[in-house]
């Protein structure tokens, strides 16, 4: 009887150790869904946020501003005949 027991306390530590590994991979396969999905996510961040420098570093080119504020503000490239002086004395009034 005592041998009986044994053995029955012995097949259910023994199940009970089997479903602790089923569960322990089953925890791991799903961390590691989760990991490679936050991966992806950070690639795809990353994708972006390179594609975005890209966008600033063309809108801020010099020759793209002198375009806009010349289309779109009307202004105009500065000559060494445009430019006026004006005397020191003027602003101290």
Do not use: C, K
């Not at 053995?7 to 602790?20: D, E, G, I, K, T």
């Not at 950070?42 to 600033?56: C, F, S």
Request: aromatic share 6%.
């Amino acid at each position: 009887m005592r041998l009986l027991t044994l053995h029955l306390v012995l097949a259910a530590l023994v199940f009970a150790s089997a479903v602790s590994v089923v569960m322990a991979r089953h925890e791991a396969r799903q961390v590691f869904i989760e990991h490679q999905a936050v991966l992806e996510e950070r690639d795809a961040l990353n994708l972006e946020w390179t594609q975005l420098q890209l966008e600033q570093a063309t809108w801020a080119t010099q020759a793209r501003i002198e375009t806009t504020a010349r289309d779109r503000l009307g202004m105009i490239r500065l000559t060494p005949e445009r430019i006026v002086y004006i005397e020191e004395g003027l602003w101290e009034r």
